[in-house]
């Protein structure tokens, strides 16, 4: 539980779920456990009011959010998510993740959330753009190239980090590429970005399968959410041989056992913004998609989706979590008992991070990689973490959630030791 006066006693919001995974890896932080309460505040948190001018002439106000959970080991990173269910704590524990996913790579970042509590699909392009700018203006005294360094979320994308990139840049007075990451490959994006937190999933995904003998040659896949992540994982995988049986998004659960055309489903998201309008498969009931026969299961949309009453149903052997805090703490233990593999969120989609890192290298030496370079550097990175995650699993007996966190939590708390308190 926590004890910040601004946070609610609800059980199962992200931020409590993110509180008791990090009880379960104190007792594996040895002496450095003296400092566990730095993981379970926040350092900083912003809320914002994001007033802007519609297009019919009314003044409408949003609420925005952006919290720099630790900055113990580098500038905050982390990216801005436009969802109409955004709160404060889901941003604390989104933040909360990606200090803990930094440093379980070894990427040198703290880590940060932002978000702006609107359904984007009801503004015109107009409108986004107004209410972008001015939500970065307001958050604009925290962020910056060596403070702060938002990316692309759940329903942002280049074109909105292009203008957080320009508004910093007039507000600051020169360009300023390395304020986000995510940005369009002309404007000091990076090859690769775009697709790389799937790439990220897909490569832990190999490497998770061979050491559990699952031969991606045919192995079936469910997904949930063919956005940026859920469909950069599922091309590749379909590429490896895989065959896609389910998936699921907010406009609809489809299954088919054959196998889906993976490039005519994303036609059909691309033109109609869902799957629901796919047809060369079933249209199931929502609840059913967890009931699907499969051996790979993606969960790459949003939070709190595997509860324990969905773990207990599951088929898959092998658990990918694109998506972050998609695994309720008690859901995790019921797939621990049912020996289905959970490679988590904080290292499975690592991979944008990644090359959000390299972007940010590019862009202050301002020499640019090839997209091989790029994806090269990814993979081993992304196998590295995990083969040093896996060690540490083994050796404690954890899962490897736990075992992310301990090589994590252990790299923030011994700079937060290293640095010491101020004054
Ligand atoms: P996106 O906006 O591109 O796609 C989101 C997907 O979720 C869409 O397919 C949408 O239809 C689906 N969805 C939304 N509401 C749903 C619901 N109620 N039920 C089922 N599906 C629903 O977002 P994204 O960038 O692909 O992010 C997806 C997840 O991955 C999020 O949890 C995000 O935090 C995480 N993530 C994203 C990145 C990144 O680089 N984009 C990096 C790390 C983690």
């Known amino acids: 539980m ?9 059980t199962d919001s992200p931020w409590q779920t993110y509180l008791s995974q990090v009880d379960r890896v104190l007792p594996y932080l040895g ?22 001018e519609m297009d019919d002439g009314t003044v ?19 990216g801005v998510r436009f969802h109409p269910d955004v709160t404060l704590e889901e941003v604390m524990a989104l933040s909360a993740w990606m200090t803990v996913k930094c440093a379980g790579v070894g990427l040198p ?30 958050i604009g005294i925290i962020i910056g190239p060596q403070r702060d360094i938002p990316a692309p979320d759940v329903n942002t994308n280049g074109q909105i980090m292009a203008w957080m990139m320009d508004t910093y840049s007039m507000n600051t007075g020169s360009t300023a590429t390395g304020v986000v990451t995510g940005k369009p490959i002309h404007l000091g994006g990076s090859l690769g970005r775009v697709k790389a937190t799937g790439r990220g999933v897909f490569v832990t995904g190999r490497e998770a399968a061979k050491r559990i003998g699952l031969n991606l040659q045919g192995a079936k896949v469910a997904v949930q959410g063919l956005g940026n992540v859920g469909s950069a994982a599922v091309e590749l995988f379909v590429a490896a041989g895989a065959k896609l049986v389910a998936v699921q998004d907010h406009t609809g659960t489809l299954a088919n056992p054959n196998g ?18 796919y047809k060369n498969a079933e249209k199931i009931d929502g609840e059913a998609f967890w009931d699907v026969d499969c051996d790979i299961l993606i969960p790459a949309a949003l939070e709190g989706q595997i509860t324990t009453a969905r773990a207990n149903r599951i088929k898959a052997k092998l658990i990918l979590e694109g998506a972050n805090g998609p695994t309720l703490p008690e859901a995790d233990d019921v797939l621990k008992d049912r020996n289905i593999l959970v490679v988590p969120d904080v290292i499975c989609n690592a991979g944008g ?6 972007e940010w290298v590019q862009d202050f030496s301002s020499f640019f990689w090839t997209e091989d370079e790029i ?35 252990e790299r923030i708390l011994i700079a937060r030791e290293e640095r010491g308190l101020y004054p």
């Not at 002496?31 to 802007?52: S, Y």
């Not at 490039?263 to 799957?275: L, P, S």
Request: glycine residues 10%; proline residues 3%; aromatic residues 8%.
């Open 2 to 10: 926590s004890n910040l006066s601004y946070v609610s006693s609800h």
């Open 31 to 52: 002496h450095l456990a003296h400092w566990g309460e730095t993981l379970k505040r926040p350092k900083r948190t912003l809320i914002v009011d994001v007033p802007i």
């Open 60 to 78: 409408r106000h949003f609420e925005g959010y952006r919290v720099q959970h630790n900055l113990s080991r580098g500038p905050g990173k982390g």
């Open 109 to 138: 970042y703290g880590g940060a959330k932002g978000g702006i509590r609107v359904d984007p699909k009801t503004l015109s392009r107009k409108e986004l753009e107004r209410m972008t700018r001015r939500y970065t203006s307001e």
């Open 260 to 277: 889906f055309d993976f490039n005519e489903a994303m036609a059909v998201v691309k033109r109609e913004g869902g799957i629901g309008g």
């Open 353 to 358: 991070v990644t090359v959000s890192y390299f």
């Open 375 to 409: 994806n090269v550097r990814l993979d081993k990175i992304m196998v590295d973490a995990l083969n040093h995650i896996w060690d540490t699993a083994d050796r404690h007996k954890i899962t490897l959630r736990t075992a992310t966190f301990a090589v994590a939590c």
